[in-house]
């Protein structure tokens, strides 16, 4: 529930948060400690105002919010959200019914149980189309309730942009036949507290399809957090029996904070690959096992500096991709992030506020190939009157990637410059502008020229149009055709589109 006052000197908002919304970590006696932290952004003149004034990117970001003594409340909840659903389709003269339910109950603040019943995502957001044509998968966050609300437990991240439980592969495309995506029958979650540790379990089944069996997914996660320090582990199996493959992924994570302003987290896995005759191939069958492990340091010495340091190697066996969401294998690699804030500029000055960021990649296959490196120069600025612009530089170094032929071999790749930067105009006034150019060198020589503009106007409060124009102009753009073959093309887009959100 939430309420604003206004009167002569001002006004005040008021929100009221149920106990139940949040877990309940270890109580003794009639008191509990919470944690918390506000903040007011004025975009107008891009200051942020916090309660506690502590730095959104530090290392002990969460563990240096404000500590408060309270009351402990007893709260339960019971929610249950029945639907039913039609569809006909005028092609084939058919029509479908539907009928499911979600329940969540919370019979207090350590307890948590969610299920769902044959659910219906008709009405999700569907996703922005994608055409992706290099060898990494593009990852696509979830816009499922069920599968956003009270999975923050199973949110474990690797390096690499990874995740060892991506939940959109829930319902994904089958293994085989031409659907391009699978009913779930039912998911449940539960997940508790009792003292210092946290644990829960999560599950999901697929109907079968016209050509596959569905599959089953299932994931236990444990973790004990005390005195700065967190230990946990995650398990998750994936049962494919279209393709004969059962995956399982093992997982241990540990962080410390050493200190103010450091910190220190790592991760080990495992997957266990197994595949029987009927899903076998020449180079995949029996049982395969993969490790790999990544380690990170922060360390914030006062208020402008901030350094981040990541050490990751994977062997070519770990694969998390039947639940969770991989890049790629095969990999030892060195990552360095130091950013260097101007908090506040002299008065004088158009700028407000801002940060340089020196980012270095260096990069190896398990057996030594070098792949190649980079190493990127951002800037950003935060103006006196709300805009904001970014600049960035990246360097690429000679070195191999081994990924562009799909596995039939390794192209040498030369030098590689990219540079561009864009612009945010005020967020002010009925119209509105976002203008972006970036030029960089997709193939072996050539630069690409890509300019953005985004002009948008606010009729009123809730109707915005927009007008996003893109042009892009590409003389050596690189694919990968077939084999071990790769082709070279002239490419030239033009994009105009008109947003209307009301």
Known sequence: QAAVHEDATGWSAEWCIP???????????????????????????????????????????????????????????????????????????SSKGRVGADVFWKPNGRNQLSASLNPDFGQVESDDLIVNFSAVETFLEDKRPFFTQGLQLFDLRTNRNGRLVNTRRIGAAPDAGAETDSNVLAAAKYTGIRGDDE?????????????????????????????????GYLGTATLRPALA?????????????????????????????????????????????????????????????????????????????????????????????????????????????????LTTNLPYSTHGQRLAARVDINHEFQWRNGAESFLFYIHEFPGFDDLITRGNGALRMPTRHNYGGDYRSPAQGRFRYYAKFVAREQGFTGLTHQLNFEPSWFLTDNLVLGLPLELSNSPNWLLWTAGSQVATYRRHEFHLGLNASW
Not at 206 to 230: K, N
């Open 19 to 93: 106990w139940s919304v949040a877990p309940e970590g270890a109580a003794h006696g009639d008191k509990r400690t919470i944690a918390i932290y506000a903040s007011r952004y004025i975009k107008r003149y891009a200051h942020r105002y916090s309660f506690p004034a502590i730095e959104m990117l530090g290392a002990n970001f969460v563990r240096d919010f404000q500590h408060l003594e309270v009351p402990r409340y007893s709260s339960s909840s019971l929610v249950w959200l029945p639907y039913v659903s039609l569809t006909h389709d005028t092609l084939d003269n």
């Open 199 to 231: 644990f829960g379990v999560f599950g999901a089944a697929e109907d079968h399809s016209t050509q596959a069996q569905g599959r089953r997914y299932l994931a236990a996660r444990w973790r004990h957090a005390h005195g700065g320090s967190d230990f």
């Open 245 to 357: 493959r059962d995956a399982y992924v093992h997982a241990i994570d540990y962080s410390q904070r050493l200190r103010t302003g450091m910190a220190f987290s790592a991760q080990a896995m495992m997957s266990d690959i197994h595949v029987g005759a009927a899903g076998a191939t020449a180079t995949d069958s029996g049982v395969t096992r993969g490790y790999g492990a990544w380690a990170r340091f922060d360390y914030q010495p006062g208020t402008r500096w901030q350094h981040k340091l990541f050490a990751t190697w994977y062997d070519r066996h770990l694969d998390i991709n039947d639940l969770g969401y991989q890049e790629r294998a095969d990999i030892v690699q060195l990552d360095s992030v130091s950013d260097f804030f101007t908090r506040q500029y002299r008065t004088s000055a158009p700028a407000e506020s801002g940060f340089w960021e």
